[in-house]
């Protein structure tokens, strides 16, 4: 079979396909010449091994994701079904705004439920007749440690405000809004607090 | 235009003299003077700062002198006024500051940071790239959007030229220690598992340090091999990341670590994967110098007044991504 590479991204190489009759597609993680071999092959299985199981996992609590429909580690490949809607990054300005919140929403579930993404960005967030799907679980955790999550949410806002510089106010409230209407007033205010504490122990932090 | 840079902001004292016609600008001196700390430690701010004042005057008249200009010929003057080492960053604003008040010379204060990013634009043509700045202050992922520099990835902790020094001063070598470490790198090829932390688009350096302390004491070449494949690893990834998330078709790398070759070859297969352009800094103005400074301060008088002397601060603290650029 021709396969025909959709996309390029940054980890893996994604391929259109069809499996029992449904769209899907084939995620493979090709081995990178510039990392050594032992710790390529390494990064390669453990992410795929990760995504496909937490990927499939989250839908018990509600986050809608990718159907999981074969696996290869060795390979490094995951055939699951195709999302064929548009990534949040994509669309417009009012949308992303308006989107955030529901963003908030859900990674606020996966946190109640002892799952950090690892790789929060508009681009991972995908719009597809009215649900947001959530893909890319590659660098998720099973974690319940206050400060994974306050990373989780600390990498978003760093996209929202390099990405989205122009609309990052608006949106950064409403995730936060849709966040704390999930995971309850005093566990936001425990992570919200870890984040400014990660951010001031960056370069340059105004502090002295 | 003729301006007159001043680098202080670590372990770096010096002044270059460039020139300025219309949009490009070349640089007629660039005269440096590097304090060296003793094997095994680091910069200390003092001794670092009586360094710069001893050196100053030779730095100064030797950078006029190639350029073959005087001071009253200067249009501008300009100093590094932040981010950097306090004592140090003081030396190089008060010789500014000399020139400025005594000779009537407008003066500028320059964010180091920027410095490296535009100095690196002037000399490789990149025209929108993303920048890696990887040196011993910074390690940051940057693109340009609506009048400032954004960051899109940064470390989380030490940066990577702290990652270095530090690893490399724990082995006896003296900072900055990333020559050193890339010489006995180049032994072996024996690689020993060590932590991998990508978060996101950042990196975090520190649990990655203390676990190749202590591999070390085993054997130091599998040691430093093994911190350069894990470390450069992570901060091409989050490259890669980065150029895949802005769909940039442009990186620049810029800063003291630029100097690298295993981390430049490693980034170049980045773009090569991406069909992106690669443009890396000359090796000879990778680290801190007079002209990063210069070139800015140039820049910057294209759109904004001079500074009046009491506002010609230094700061250690001085986020690039604050700066709002409009040249």
Redesign the interface.
Known sequence: MQLKILK????ADICLATWNGNKAIIKTRKP?????P??DL??RKQRTLKESQIMSEVKSFGIPSPVVYCVNVKKAEIIMQEIPGTPI?DLQESQIILLSKIMGRLVGIMHKNGIMH????T?NFILFNNTVYTIDFG?SHKTLKPEDHA?DL??IK??L???H??IMNPCWQNFLSGYKSVVGTSQFARITNIVSQ?ES???????? | MLGLGIESTAHTFSCAVLEKTRKTGKILSDVRKIYRPSEGEGIHPREASRHHIEHSSAVLSESLSEAGVTIRDLDIVSYAA??GLGPCLRVGAVVARAISSYYSIPIYPVNHAIGHIELGKLLTGAQNPLVLLVSG????IL?F??K?W????????I?LGQLLDQFGRSIGFASPCGKNIEELANTTTN?V?LP?S?????VSFSGLLSATKSIASTNKPDACFSLQ??AF?MI??AV??A????RKKELMVVGGVAANKRLS???Q??CK??KAKFFIVPLKYAGDCGSQICWTGLLESQTKKSASLEQTFV?????LDSVVIDY
Not at chain 2, 137 to 140: A, E, R
């Open positions: 390029r991204g940054a980890e990178k010449s510039y990392r050594n032992l710790l390494k990064i990054h690892g790789d929060l960005t681009s660098l990373v600390r990498l760093e996209i405000n390099s990405a510089a122009q990660i122990r960056g370069r340059y932090a105004t502090v002295v | 932040g981010p202050g910074h390690t940051m693109a959007l609506n400032q954004r960051v899109f990835g940064e470390t989380l902790d940066t690689y598992t991998y990508v978060k996101g688009n950042d494949e894990t690893a091409s990834e890669e990341r150029l895949s998330f802005t070859q490693m980034l297969d980045v994967r991406h700061t250690q603290s001085w986020r």
